[in-house]
Structure formats: C-alpha cells, structure tokens
C-alpha cells in the first residue's frame, strides 16, 4: 500500500493522481459494503423478447439436488434461538411442550432479551442455555460444538447472514418468514444445502393452520377435481406494530420493518398467502411457477408514517400500498398473492381454491362448494344436491370436515390448542419439524419451498419497476422439478 502512494506522489500529474485517489476511496467504501452485507436487488438478470430473465447460476460439479433430503435422525434436537424479540421468545416458550429437545443457546442483540430467555429455562426446569449478545453473537454461536438446528427469529436484514454463517458450520437451519430477502440469498441458501446437504426449512406456520390442512388433504383426494386457480394474502394493517419492532439504538426512529417498506418495492411478505397454496398446487412436485407479472399501487399512506414516527420529512417511499402479484404456472395454472399492511381492513390471508370441481374459500367468508354430481364417489349420498352454486350447509361442513380431516391435525390438533400460537398452528409447525428430525424424515418445507415463495419479492420488484413486464420466475430444483409427482407430509 505504502509503495503505491510512494510511486502515486513521484510519477503521476496532480489530476490524474485525484481521480486516481477518488476511484481508490470508491472501491474501499463497495470493498467495506460488502463486508458489512447490504441487502439489495442486484441479481443479474436480462430481456428475453419483452420477458426479464434472471440468471440460474450452474450447479457445481459433483453437487446434488436436496429433494427429499433427509439426515440421521436425531435422539435430541439441540436447539439454538437467535433472534429474541416478539416472536423468538415466544418460540422459546412454545419448545417447553414439545419432547425430544434441548436448549442449548440463546443469542440476541440485546442481552437483557436473552437473559429473558434463560429465565423461561429456568421457569421449565431446564438447563441453562449458553448466551450470546451484541451485532456478532451470533457469529461466536456457530462455533459452539453442540448445536444440531439454529432457529432464526431475527429481523430480516439478520435472516440470512445467521442462516449462512450457521450452514458454513455444519447446523440445520429454520428461518423465520420471509426467509430470504433477495435472489441473491434464495440461490445461496439453496447451494449451501446443496452442498453440505443440511436442512434450511422456512418457518411458515400458515401452512398449518386448521381450515388449510383440512383442505390440502380434500385436494389430495381429489374432492375439487384439478385445482387450476388459487389465491393467498398478506392484508393486515400493521399501525399496531410499527413502533414494536426492534429498534437499533436510539437513532433508530422507525424500526426494522417500516424502514424495510420505506426502502424496498414489492410483495416483501409474501409467504403466508403463497405457502399453503403453493401446497395445493404442487410446485416443485409436478408443477411449478413459470412466469409472473406484478403491479402495485403508489405509496399512498408511507410517508406520513415515517413523518408521524421520524417527525422528519420523507421524500420516497418505495413499497407500494397494495401489492398484487399473478404467477402462472408451467401446467397453465394460477396463482394471485396480494400484500398490503398499509390500509385499514379485516386480517385476511385469502386462501381460495377453484378447482375444476368444486371450491373453496378461507378469508373473509369459510366455506366450500362441491359439485357432488361430478365429484361422485366418496361424496355421493352423503351430499346429495350440492351444485357448486352455493356453499354448503354448515353441517354438511361439519361432515365433510370430520371424514376428510388432515391426519396431521388429527395427531397434533388438541395439544396445539392448549400450547396456542396464532390458534395453534405454530405449534404444530414446530412439532412436526422436531418429528421430522428425530425420525430422520424429510422435512415438509425444503430450501426450494423457501426461494420460490420469497423470490417474490425482488422478481415483483423487476415487474414493478419496467412498466409490469412479465418476469420468468427462476427453477430453482435446476431441472428437477417432475422428480416428485404431489406434494406430502412425510410419514
Ligand atoms: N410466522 C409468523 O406468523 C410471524 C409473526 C411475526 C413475526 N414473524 C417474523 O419473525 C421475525 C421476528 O419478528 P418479531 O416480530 O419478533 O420482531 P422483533 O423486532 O420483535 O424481534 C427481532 C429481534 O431480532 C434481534 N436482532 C437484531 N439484530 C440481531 C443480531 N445481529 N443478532 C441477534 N439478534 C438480533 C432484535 O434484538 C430483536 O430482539 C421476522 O422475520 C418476522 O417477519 C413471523
């Protein structure tokens, strides 16, 4: 370094030496950058005609696809929590109610969180957990031997670089939703599984809610014929929860997640509506998400909360009120996500189902309609007269539900009412995971789950920004997409 400053001084003109000094600065702040991770839209991508194309990176010699990767099962499951705020220390409390688990870290930014962790041990009588604080605790976390899952509670930024540092040494992951921030840390993510074959399964609880199971298992039986169109949300206004977001430090004005949505465009939260349905539709296992175009209204109501909770003017306010996103698929179905945290409005995640068949409906009104004349067989006197017209009686549901109840929630359902969590479903999540794992099974959400519903985000992103063109959405099993034929819960 000395000598390039030595020889700068004795041979070059004082402009050139400027512009020289000038690059030099630009190069060490991008080097710096890098080194601190920023999250940002930068995946390559080109036109195809009128089509964006992002790049598939080339999988690497000798490295395999991970469907159905399942590893020796495990006795106990050695947990380590990062990430304590609303929705960690929950966890932490939930994992008291479930067999065949230790404790054997907590990590957060703030240490006062952590030691609130250790006290929900200590309340359980279990052994105290090894604790970990500050930006980098998390880093120090992965070196400690006895950790088989790191599971990621952190804010989104975090996700990533936890779920990353833990995969680089040798821990499965679960992550939190969304999971994955960008393409860039979709396609890492599923690499890093790729080649050291650990899990990384995203958290997404709404897969497991009660009316949703019930419905994947009468899709399963064909009870709606095919499915060819379904649709899943994100509609909940967040005014509540802004200012309960994790703040860094008392600068911090906004929180983690409204400054996420003054910064980034596009569906940021899209794996609630699009898990459960993705489900119903078999993406990667059979079918799969071939291109989508998304278009958002303008940012109507951000900048006023920045302002209300900044008291400073914002100029840009990127995400967009209500974000909607249509993706068909490569067997000619589709799929519609929307996000909006922004208006007032009743909670609703959507969840509607057309099948060739019959119908079915969660938010804002429960229900189905079956066509019983050409659904026939199990169906057939039972439900005489169901057209497909209406919705059926509520006891007629009733009957329905009870003959094709999900057998998931016929093991789990009554204990997850007692544990709760979003009416239980969290606990369910969690149940079956840690099942999974002791009985060396396949989890039921892999890595390619994770980057096609949180991949969203940054290819709605490229549609928003170049007039709603279309945008293919990425393989990313890499031509393994037909390998399985339905999607099922391991047994
Ligand atoms: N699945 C669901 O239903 C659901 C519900 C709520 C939240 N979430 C997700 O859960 C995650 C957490 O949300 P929340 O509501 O608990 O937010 P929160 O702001 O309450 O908690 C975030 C936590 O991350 C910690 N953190 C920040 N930097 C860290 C670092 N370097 N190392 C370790 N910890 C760090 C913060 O100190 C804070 O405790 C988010 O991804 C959110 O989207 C999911």
Redesign the pocket.
Same mark, same amino acid.
């Given at each position: 370094m000395k000598n390039i400053f030595v020889s700068l001084q004795k041979n070059i003109p004082m402009r050139k030496k400027a512009i020289l000094l000038l690059l030099f600065a630009v190069f060490a702040v991008e080097a710096m950058a890098q080194a601190q991770y920023y999250q940002r839209y930068d995946w390559p991508w080109k036109w195809k005609g009128k089509t964006i194309v992002t790049d598939t990176p080339k999988r690497a010699k000798g490295q395999q696809h991970a469907l159905q990767l399942h590893v020796a099962p495990m006795d106990t499951v050695r947990i380590a929590f990062?990430?304590?705020?609303?929705?960690?220390a929950d966890a932490v409390g939930r994992y008291m109610h479930i067999e065949g688990i230790r404790v054997v870290a907590l990590?957060?930014?703030?240490e006062a969180?952590v030691e609130a962790c250790q006290q929900i041990l200590k309340n359980n009588n279990r052994p105290p957990a090894q604790c970990y604080s500050g930006?980098d605790? +998390?880093r120090q976390m992965c070196e400690q031997e006895d950790i088989d899952l790191v599971y990621v509670?952190?804010?989104?930024h975090?996700?990533f670089l936890v779920a990353q540092c833990a995969l680089l040494h040798g821990k499965h992951v679960a992550i939190?939703?969304p999971s994955a921030m960008t393409l860039h840390e979709c396609w890492t993510l599923v690499d890093l599984v790729e080649k050291n074959r650990l899990h990384c399964m995203i958290?997404e609880?709404c897969c497991y809610d009660q009316f949703e199971l019930n419905t994947l298992n009468m899709a399963q039986h064909g009870l709606f014929g095919e499915v060819i169109r379904v649709q899943g949300a994100y509609i909940h206004t967040l005014d509540e929860y802004w200012m309960a +977001?994790?703040k860094n430090g008392a600068d911090d004005k906004l929180g983690?997640r409204l400054r996420y949505n003054k910064d980034f465009r596009g569906d940021l939260y899209p794996t609630h509506g699009l898990g459960p349905v993705a489900q119903l539709m078999d993406i990667h296992r059979g079918d799969r998400m071939q291109t989508l175009v998304a278009m958002d209204t303008r940012s109507f109501r951000g900048k006023d909360l920045v302002k209300q909770y900044s008291g400073e003017e914002c100029p840009a306010f990127s995400n967009g009120d209500h974000t909607t996103t249509l993706i068909r698929t490569a067997k000619g179905k589709v799929i519609e996500i929307q996000h909006n945290v922004m208006t007032p409005q009743p909670y609703n995640r959507l969840y509607q189902l057309t099948g060739t068949k019959g119908f079915a409906n969660k938010y804002p009104v429960e229900g189905y309609a079956i066509d019983t004349k050409s659904v026939g067989g199990a169906l057939t006197g039972k439900y005489d007269n169901l057209s497909g017209h209406s919705f059926m009686t509520a006891e007629q549901r009733k009957t329905l539900e009870q003959e094709y109840e999900s057998p998931i929630l016929k093991e789990y359902y009554e204990k997850a009412k007692q544990v709760g969590g979003?009416g239980g479903m969290d606990y369910i999540m969690d149940a079956r995971m840690i099942y999974c794992l002791r009985n060396g099974l396949a989890l039921d959400m892999d890595v390619y789950d994770l980057a096609e519903w949180c991949c969203l985000a940054e290819l709605g992103y490229l549609s928003l920004e170049h007039g709603f063109a279309p945008v293919e959405v990425p393989d990313f099993t890499r031509g393994h997409w037909q390998d399985i034929q339905g999607y099922r819960h391991s047994k």
């Open positions: 990062v990430g304590l705020g609303m929705r960690g990590c957060d930014y703030e969180r930006e605790g +998390y509670a952190t804010d989104w975090h996700h939190e939703v958290l609880n +977001y994790w983690w979003h």
